[in-house]
T-cell receptor
Framework: GAGVSQTPSNKVTEKGKYVELRCDPI?????LYWYRQSLGQGPEFLIY????????DSGLPNDRFFAVRPEGSVSTLKIQRTERGDSAVYLC??????????????FGPGTRLTVL | GESVGLHLPTLSVQEGDNSIINCAYS??????FIWYKQESGKGPQFIID?????DKRQGQRVTVLLNKTVKHLSLQIAATQPGDSAVYFC??????????FGAGTRLFVKA
């Protein structure tokens, strides 16, 4: 079956530009997560959606970062006025989010963002 | 703040030997811990998890041990194979779905 997919796989942009990163979760998964992973580091939590709403956005580094999930499926991470420090691999994950259960997260391959 | 860290950044083992990867966590309120495996160019892959009301859980060739007294987590891989070569992360859930990852340990398996 299809796993989590992310597009594009690579994105190169110039400092100050706007970028959008897309995540297609596993069908039926109500929970969706965005992480950022810098070289040699573990994934850093950014935001978590339960359905269409952002249940926890405490990891977004500043107001240049924004994410949406308008229909409770596909999500888009938007970064305005990109900076060189935004360069990283952006990972998306999804899970069933069943209350009281351990919710295994399934990760996509990530989008490698390079800001020149 | 919350943090999950690892004792050793790299581990090299002989094929067929057992591997032990260690992790320390700082948030005593965390109630759910997970080990992930990440191969180059791929996203993390779930290996095994454990709730804080347990101290040991076994899977296929893997065992996770949790010592809440010293806030320590370990992953044991039996009969390590070349395909086990990857970076391993421990992670903790802090009250819900937010997951905090450690920095990772790279496992090298020598043939």
């Amino acid at each position: 079956g299809a796993g989590v997919s992310q597009t594009p796989s690579n994105k190169v942009t110039e400092k100050g530009k706007y970028v959008e990163l897309r995540c297609d979760p596993i069908s039926g998964h109500t929970a969706l997560y965005w992480y950022r992973q810098s070289l040699g580091q573990g994934p850093e939590f950014l935001i978590y959606f339960q359905g269409t709403g952002a249940a926890d956005d405490s990891g977004l580094p500043n107001d240049r970062f924004f994410a949406v999930r308008p229909e409770g499926s596909v999500s888009t991470l938007k970064i305005q006025r990109t900076e060189r420090g935004d360069s990283a691999v952006y990972l998306c994950a999804s899970s069933l989010a069943v209350a009281g259960a351990n919710n295994e997260q399934f990760f996509g391959p990530g989008t490698r963002l390079t800001v020149l | 703040g919350e943090s999950v860290g690892l004792h050793l950044p790299t581990l090299s083992v002989q094929e067929g030997d057992n591997s032990i990867i260690n992790c320390a966590y700082s948030n005593s309120a965390s109630d759910y811990f997970i080990w992930y495996k990440q191969e180059s160019g791929k996203g993390p892959q779930f290996i095994i998890d454990i709730r804080s009301n347990m101290d040991k859980r076994q899977g296929q060739r893997v065992t996770v041990l949790l010592n809440k007294t010293v806030k320590h987590l370990s992953l044991q891989i039996a009969a390590t194979q070349p395909g086990d070569s990857a970076v391993y992360f421990c992670a903790e859930n802090t009250g819900g779905f937010k997951t905090i990852f450690g920095a990772g340990t790279r496992l090298f398996v020598k043939a």
